[in-house]
């Protein structure tokens, strides 16, 4: 897998549910009850920032995550799409693809933010979540050959 990091939970490519895994990065569907469709893109080996890439991976990184986008919001239709790689608390590449909903706790604001409302009830959540498994089916297809 390449070089890793004592104490990197990114390192650990067993973490997770992987739904795509390819030899420079993998795909992870985040267990978040209140954002359902909510994936990672992580890159495999320990490297801090984007500009530590070589440009021909970093064009196979963000090739990943626009495929991850597109996915997202094709099944989840969500009213906006959140891309972020922040990086603060793990400095391990990675990307979080996140679909977000005027109803969401948290809109317009990020989704680590405090809280503004109560988020969707739960027949919403329900519906969101019951497409998981065909955006799951989509994402993987998408990265097949």
Not at 29 to 40: E, H, I, N, Q, T
Not at 48 to 71: H, I, K, P, Y
Not at 78 to 106: C, E, F, T
Request: with cysteine; hydrophobic share 45%; proline share 6%.
């Amino acid at each position: 897998m390449g070089v890793q990091a004592a104490n990197c939970e990114l390192c650990d490519a067993s973490l997770g549910d992987v739904i795509v895994r390819t030899a420079q990065f993998r795909v992870i569907l985040v267990d978040d009850a209140s954002y359902p469709g909510f994936c990672r893109v992580i890159w495999n080996t320990h490297v801090r920032e984007m500009t530590d890439l070589d440009a021909s991976d970093r064009n196979v990184f963000m090739q990943a995550v626009w495929q991850v986008e597109a996915a997202v919001r094709q099944i989840m239709q969500p009213h906006k799409m959140n891309l972020a790689s922040l990086g603060n608390m793990v400095p391990h590449l990675h990307w979080h693809i996140i679909p977000r909903y005027a109803d969401d706790a948290h809109f317009p604001n990020p989704v680590w933010a405090t809280a503004r409302a109560e988020g969707p009830d739960e027949a919403g959540l329900a519906a969101r979540r019951s497409l998981l498994p065909l955006l799951r089916q989509t994402i993987i297809t998408s990265f097949q050959p």
